[in-house]
């Protein structure tokens, strides 16, 4: 027995924000005897399955009072200022957040493990984005360093004199230029960390976006050399930031090498098919990490994630499909908003190409 464990078999985890991330982790917590109580505002979608306190997320006093009434804390998001997580019972650490949710540290950081990413290059000022136009060579994306998400803080730069347009876009804030990739497909890697060290990875996924917004995850990708290298990137990075809890990179398949994209500090969204999919889904193995607990198996079974942006499906069409599964957040359809998600899981893969063909015209 860790020492979580035997100091507090039912640990309460308080969780920074109280969207679908924390919803999901709400409904894994009652099989392990784990209570979840959520920082947000009341009517989040998390209320459907744990205690949401309203808090104000960008107030240190109110976030520490918060962290009072808990054992530990964790995050759904990584965008939360670095000086609320001072001083907090946090996992994973204040570092590794703060590493993840800004794109200049998170791509040095990328290079100093021994990973490869695009070409980039900082951008403070016009100037610098001109410097760095002529460094890195167009096609490019700028990208703002903080707070970009889902393709948001982003512009695409094919000629030198879109420059000045693309600056004004992003409105002048800190960014990166970084090199276009000429990708074969897009994977992510999703790992856990307990506090003993131990590692588990879940089997590399493809991720189809579509307006910077993720639309299909396919489990697994397979491709043993890359899966294996994706396991020894994730365990530098996990190891170099003393991490505990779920992580996921985002990777570019290039050539037949990875380039990393970015990671998230948290459960993630191309891990959602891990809940029907899994031995053990990541949100389980998140709070088992961060609870002090063994993680559990990742053995996996072939399955599909479609995301549902804007509204979900009606459930005439996916009561079609008997072996369907159908998360509804609760949320407001709203176009380019992320209501729900639906997963399919298939003995083989030519059953899930069928099946992600069929599914995609409903979703
Ligand atoms: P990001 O917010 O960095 O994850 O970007 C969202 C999506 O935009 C990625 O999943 C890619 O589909 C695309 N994208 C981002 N950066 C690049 C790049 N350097 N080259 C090509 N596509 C990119």
């Known amino acids: 027995m860790s020492q979580v464990d035997q100091k507090n078999s039912h640990p ?7 969207g679908q991330l924390a919803l999901m982790l709400a409904q894994a917590a009652p099989a392990l005897d784990i209570e979840v109580i959520c920082a947000g505002s009341p009517g989040d979608c998390a209320s459907q399955a744990a205690e949401v306190r309203s808090v104000d997320l960008d107030d240190v006093s109110a976030v520490a009072a918060f962290a009072h009434t808990v054992d530990l804390v964790t995050v759904e998001s990584e965008n939360i200022h670095a000086d609320v997580l001072q001083g907090l019972n946090l996992y994973p650490n204040a570092h590794a957040i703060a590493v993840a949710q800004e794109r200049l540290l998170e791509k040095q950081f990328f290079r100093e493990c021994g990973i490869a990413t695009a070409p980039f290059a900082p951008v403070e000022s016009l100037d610098d984005l001109q ?7 167009l096609p490019a994306i700028l990208k703002t360093r903080r707070l ?3 393709g948001k803080g982003q512009v695409r730069l094919a000629h030198a004199e879109e420059a000045a347009e693309a600056w004004a876009s992003v409105g002048g804030v800190p960014c990166i230029l970084e090199g276009m990739v000429r990708f074969d497909a897009e994977v992510s890697l999703i790992a856990a960390r307990s506090r003993m060290g131990e590692i588990v990875f879940y089997p ?3 991720n189809h976006h579509h307006e910077g917004i993720l639309r299909v995850s396919i489990a697994p990708f397979l ?3 890359l899966q294996n290298q994706a396991n020894q990137y994730l365990t530098v990075l996990l190891e170099k930031l003393n991490y505990v809890g779920v992580l996921a990179v985002e990777f570019f398949v290039e050539s037949g090498k990875l380039l990393a994209n970015e990671m998230a500090p948290r459960v993630h969204n191309s891990g959602h098919w891990t809940i029907e999919g899994s031995a053990t889904s990541q949100f389980e193995n998140h709070l088992r990490a961060i609870a002090g607990r063994e993680l559990g198996s990742t053995e996996s079974r072939p399955t599909v994630m479609l995301n549902c942006i804007g509204t979900m499906p009606p459930e005439i069409e996916t009561l079609a499909f008997p072996s369907l599964f159908r998360h509804d957040y609760g949320k407001e359809a709203r176009p380019g908003r992320k209501v729900g998600h639906l997963a399919f899981v298939a003995a083989d893969q030519p059953a899930i190409v069928e099946w992600k063909q069929r599914l995609q015209g409903r979703s």
């Not at 309460?12 to 109280?18: M, P, T």
């Not at 410097?131 to 060579?137: H, L």
Request: net charge neutral; charged share 25%; glycine share 14%.
């Open 12 to 18: 309460r985890i308080g969780i920074l924000g109280a």
């Open 148 to 150: 970009g998400y889902d």
């Open 204 to 206: 590399l996924v493809q």
């Open 223 to 225: 491709h043993q050399a």
């Open 131 to 137: 410097r760095a136009i002529e460094e890195i060579r």
